[in-house]
């Protein structure tokens, strides 16, 4: 399924211990050059994240509410993203498709797939009983290909049969007629790549503040008193973060790491923009940092509001704030009775960190208010992660530090627009009065039923009772796990359809029929019958701004995201009209406007520079739950017991690429080079072993007396607690069997995956 061969020429050298500078610079120039024409990475890079330019189709980290850096409010992550979809010296034309089979292109790496360059027009397979390798896709017109889909959904006894993903680089007008196209057909199955990411953050958040995106705002960083970053790593991840860190740091913040690595980015960052840091080296970032073992974020959390509560005893009305508490949050009495129940040696004796450790955390915060808590994945993708994000929020709740200036809950998304996505309908399990809404302005009666998951999703492909699968981006068969169970199951359907910008493994695994239908990128000029068109996103601090393309397509044969879903919709559901809502995208905008809450005046709003920020009551101490209090909720830390010559896996991102999509074979800060191939190791358990430095290993999950094996890894000591290891996805999805999902989000556990480590 997916290559295993290594590439023979691993280069291993120190981890870096400070990210950026300017040779992150060089660097991010570097990609863009060696890829496009000078003329159109320039344009495209000039314009990234600019008033007038296109949102960066990498991270979600927000722009600044003011003063935008007018040489480039990007990173050399965003560089590369902007590299991979504006490069022009190859294509992945039919002239590809033409010279290797689908069995050829299976053999090929993830990097190598992603070099091909864009998808340009629209193609088609017919399997009819042939083998991967007889099998070529072959162009299609847009036109047959939107009655294909439309003759397959037409057919199915049930519009539950079909399933609709998205990825979140989709922007919101495209997001919404897609949904809205979804529900008029009939269902709700919706998944998208939020239920393998941050799923786990809007359930913690949506129960106990009653909204799941952030509380904080821009600003709110360089006002903080203590910010703590859990399970992320920004340097990698979301790097112009660091900038506001180092700003915060400098204003007097200090910053708290806690993370199983020692991950560069946090540890110094030199500033890319500023000839000081670049000439007398970076500024210093984290004051304390907690290399946790994996998966005992809640044990050590629990053990700080311990340790705050003696505080308050100590030192009355001085820790915690009881104002806060009395007056907006619900269940105080029952949490604090709760932690009774908890050793607290043996809650920090979990987490492998010293005990002066966490009470210098404790010491950090007690007198403190203004606390940011960031997160990521290394949060959300463990069986107990909703219970690991409510207790940040007890953490919060008891210091009163949501809905102040300085201070509050900070998750910070993946991908530029999935939190805009969510807010536009993109949900298996929409709210009655989302559905209410779109009853009024639409005239028509939405499926009111919960459809599938992304997991779900695949169970439902695989036992046969989904038969059609559209992909609005993503690239579904690398991004979930259990590769070979998800590859089973898009192979069992009668039509797969990829709605795409670049070629990945989910169009190689495909449906009995399958389509690719190439579509138009954040940074491509979209021209409708009405003109050049914008398009809106949502990033990570709910501010909507939008992003418009900026250069000519390098294909005609390309339609845009919108013009795809109006294709399909209108041989499906013809009673809208969607062409007209397609020419001019102002027409969606406007019916967004009158059924999304906080959207009035959409069209107005967002031409204003730098967009708006969405309502967010959290924001100011409205919480949105039943009763309108904030609630602390009572979790329970649960230890993974594992045998002797077991250790928990979690699968992270490299340097070097965007999810799938790998844009090189290095890992920089971590000193890896020319290999992905790797695990990490503490030199203590790879004695135990009894495996030696670059030892080429297999690794082995056993769930349910089923084993799964990814197969050779080069085994690399590392500074990583001991009974942990780490490996980078989607190599190692095959490990991790469907059903191994987080309690109430259904997230893949994608970072605490039980494994043995065999010799190959
Ligand atoms: N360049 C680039 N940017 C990206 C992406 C990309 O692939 N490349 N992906 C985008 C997307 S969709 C997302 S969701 C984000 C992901 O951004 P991150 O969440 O930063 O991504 P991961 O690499 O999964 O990193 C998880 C971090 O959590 C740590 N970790 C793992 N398990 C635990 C744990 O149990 N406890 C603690 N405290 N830490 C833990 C890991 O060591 C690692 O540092 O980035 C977005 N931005
Ligand atoms: N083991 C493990 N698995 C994980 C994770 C992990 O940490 N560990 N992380 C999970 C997370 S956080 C996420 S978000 C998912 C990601 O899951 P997905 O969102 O499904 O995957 P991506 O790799 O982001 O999708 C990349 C593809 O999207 C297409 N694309 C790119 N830009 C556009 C565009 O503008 N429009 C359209 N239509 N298509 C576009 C390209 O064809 C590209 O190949 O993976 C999850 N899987
Ligand atoms: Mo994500």
């Given amino acids: 399924m997916i290559p295993d061969e290594l590439s023979g ?3 291993v050298r120190e981890p870096k211990t400070e990210a950026a500078g300017i040779t992150a610079v060089v660097k991010s120039l570097e990609h863009v050059f060696r890829q496009t024409e000078a003329g159109r990475g320039w344009t495209a890079l000039a314009k990234v994240n600019q008033i007038d330019g296109y949102d960066c189709p990498s991270c979600a980290w927000p722009d600044p509410d003011r003063g935008r850096s007018p040489i480039a409010e990007y990173c050399e992550s965003g560089a590369k993203a902007v590299a991979d979809e504006v490069m022009t010296k190859h294509t992945a034309s039919p002239v590809l498709f033409q010279r290797h089979s ?10 190598w797939l992603g070099q091909q360059g864009r998808l340009t027009q629209p193609m088609v397979v017919r399997r009819q009983g042939k083998t991967d390798d007889q099998l ?4 299609i017109s847009w036109d047959d290909a939107f009655d294909l889909v439309a003759d397959h959904l037409n057919r199915l006894a049930s519009a ?10 989709t922007a919101n007008e495209t997001a919404f007629l897609y949904q809205l196209f979804v529900r008029m057909y009939g269902t709700n199955n919706l998944p998208d790549c939020s239920n393998m990411c941050h799923e786990s953050t809007g359930v913690a958040l949506g129960e106990t503040i ?5 509380s904080i705002v821009y600003d709110d960083f360089a006002k903080a008193d203590v910010i703590i970053v859990m399970g992320q790593n920004p340097g990698t991840n979301a790097p112009r973060m660091l900038t506001v860190l180092e700003e915060a740091k400098r204003a007097g913040a200090q910053i708290v790491a806690v993370n199983p690595l020692v991950e560069t980015g946090l540890l110094a960052f030199k500033h890319p923009q500023k000839v000081r840091d670049v000439l007398f080296g970076g500024q210093k970032l984290t004051d304390l940092y907690l290399q946790i073992r994996i998966n005992t974020d809640l044990a050590l959390l629990k053990a700080v509001c311990k340790l705050l509560l003696i505080e308050e005893k100590k030192h009355p009305g001085q820790v915690l704030d009881r104002a806060f508490i009395d007056e907006y949050t619900a269940d105080y009495e029952t949490f604090v009775a709760s932690l009774n129940r908890y050793d607290l040696d043996e809650l920090i004796e979990q987490t492998g960190l010293a005990q002066e450790q966490v009470h210098a955390l404790v010491k950090a915060i007690r007198f403190k208010k203004k606390i940011i808590i960031c997160w990521a994945m290394g949060l959300t993708q463990h069986k107990n992660a909703v219970e690991t994000i409510r207790e940040i929020i007890n953490l919060l709740l008891l210091k009163g530090s949501i809905g102040i200036e300085g201070g509050g809950a900070a998750p910070i998304r993946g991908h530029s627009n999935v939190q805009g996505d969510r807010t536009m309908g993109i949900y298996e399990k929409p709210k009655p009065q989302f559905l209410d809404a779109l009853k009024r302005e639409f005239g028509f009666e939405p499926p009111r039923e919960p459809g599938y998951d992304t997991v779900a999703s695949v169970k439902a492909m695989h036992e046969g009772k989904a038969k059609v699968f559209v992909g609005m981006g993503g690239n579904l068969a690398m991004a979930t796990s259990d590769t070979n169970f998800c590859a089973e199951a898009l192979r069992r359907c009668d039509l797969t359809v990829q709605i795409s910008t670049k070629l990945n493994r989910s169009h190689l695994i495909h449906g009995e029929t399958a389509l690719i239908l190439p579509c138009l990128g954040h940074s491509d000029i979209d021209q409708q019958a009405a003109g050049e068109q914008f398009v809106t996103m949502e990033n990570t601090t709910g501010v909507v701004q939008m992003s ?7 294909s005609k044969l390309m339609l845009s995201e919108p013009a795809i879903v109006a294709g399909i919709a209108k041989r499906t559901v013809p009673q809208f009209d969607w062409d007209a809502h397609v020419a001019n995208y102002d027409r969606i905008r406007d019916r967004i406007a009158r059924t999304i809450e906080g959207c009035a005046d959409y069209n107005t709003k967002v031409r204003q520079d730098g967009g708006f920020y969405l309502p967010n009551g959290p924001r100011e101490r409205r919480f949105t739950t039943p009763d309108g209090k904030a609630h602390f909720s009572i979790n329970t830390p649960s230890r993974i017991t594992l045998a002797p010559d077991e250790l928990l896996l979690m699968t992270v991102r490299s340097h070097d690429q965007f999810n799938t ?3 090189g074979n290095d890992d920089r800060y971590r000193g890896i080079y020319n290999e992905r191939r790797v695990v990490f190791l503490n030199p203590d358990d790879m004695e135990k072993l009894g495996l030696s430095d670059r030892q080429v290993v297999h690794l082995q999950s056993s769930y349910g007396g089923q084993t799964r094996t990814a197969h050779r890894f080069i085994a690399i000591p590392y500074d990583i607690p001991a009974g942990n290891a780490a490996a980078y996805f989607p190599e190692t999805n095959v490990l991790l069997p469907i059903d191994q999902i987080a309690d109430k989000s259904h997230t893949p556990t994608s970072k605490s995956i039980v494994v043995k480590v065999v010799k190959e």
């Avoid at 009653?210 to 952030?214: C, M, Q, S, V, Y």
């Fill in 136 to 139: 070529h896709y072959e162009p």
């Fill in 661 to 663: 999509t790998v844009y």
């Fill in 102 to 111: 689908i069995g050829e292109l299976l053999q090929k790496t993830d990097f």
């Fill in 160 to 169: 539950d049969e079909a399933i609709f993903y998205t990825s979140g680089r």
């Fill in 210 to 214: 009653g909204l799941g995106k952030a």
């Fill in 548 to 554: 418009k393309g900026v250069v000519e397509p390098i």
């Fill in 9 to 11: 020429k691993l280069d």
